[in-house]
T-cell receptor, first 116, second 113 residues
Framework: AQSVTQLDSQVPVFEEAPVELRCNYSSSVSVYLFWYVQYPNQGLQLLLKYLSGSTLVKGINGFEAEFNKSQTSFHLRKPSVHISDTAEYFCAVTPAGGGGADGLTFGKGTHLIIQP | ETGVTQTPRHLVMGMTNKKSLKCEQHLGHNAMYWYKQSAKKPLELMFVYSLEERVENNSVPSRFSPECPNSSHLFLHLHTLQPEDSALYLC????????????FGEGSRLTVL
């Protein structure tokens, strides 16, 4: 079984400042890692994913994340945030090579609040 | 239409009512999922269908009954729900042989009175 911990339930940041949203996971097997974003009154949209290879992955809207196996972390970063980045961000994992029908295990989410 | 479509977007029902949530995907995927999203809690995986067969049922109460008539459609039948069942119900789809990426609908907001 896998678990995901997002330590920060809310992160307030000023516009144009950098931000890091933290994600740690626990698993006895190799995993694929994901970050999803949920804007108000909408479903979840994939931001980026780590499957294998380079530990630094780039996603949409200027976001990137770094996989750190030794620290079992997959933190999300953006060098300069905009008002439009205000949303809920979810980290998720699934067993690697599991056939794609295992579903994702999600963290509780981090609410990113951009202050003007 | 493209992507994953859920109807209705909003539903209010009494505890004795029977209603259904519908999900349709236009992505050619062969796995579909129901998730429950409650405030301050992680998304909870409720059901997984792969090639129209249920492959997972995470101890969901029997008052929730899923149905997957084909690879493009997924239903969640609701009966005698409780107020604590009020939540956002999200449908998602993926390729069974894919790498775990899920595509989500916008959700059905359910309120049980």
């Amino acid at each position: 079984a896998q678990s995901v911990t997002q330590l920060d339930s809310q992160v307030p940041v000023f516009e144009e400042a950098p931000v890091e949203l933290r994600c740690n996971y626990s698993s006895s097997v190799s995993v694929y890692l994901f970050w999803y974003v949920q804007y108000p009154n909408q479903g979840l949209q994939l931001l980026l994913k780590y499957l294998s290879g380079s530990t630094l992955v780039k996603g949409i809207n200027g976001f990137e994340a770094e996989f750190n196996k030794s620290q079992t972390s997959f933190h999300l970063r953006k060098p300069s945030v905009h008002i439009s980045d205000t949303a809920e961000y979810f980290c998720a994992v699934t067993p690697a090579g599991g056939g794609g029908a295992d579903g994702l295990t999600f963290g509780k989410g981090t609410h990113l609040i951009i202050q003007p | 239409e493209t992507g994953v479509t859920q109807t209705p977007r909003h539903l209010v029902m009494g505890m004795t009512n029977k209603k259904s949530l519908k999900c349709e995907q236009h992505l050619g995927h062969n796995a579909m999922y129901w998730y429950k999203q409650s405030a301050k809690k992680p998304l909870e995986l409720m059901f997984v269908y792969s090639l129209e067969e249920r492959v997972e049922n995470n101890s969901v109460p029997s008052r929730f009954s899923p149905e997957c008539p084909n690879s493009s459609h997924l239903f969640l039948h609701l009966h005698t729900l409780q107020p604590e069942d009020s939540a956002l119900y999200l449908c998602a789809s993926s390729q069974r042989t894919g790498r775990g990426e899920l595509f989500f609908g916008e959700g059905s907001r359910l309120t049980v009175l």
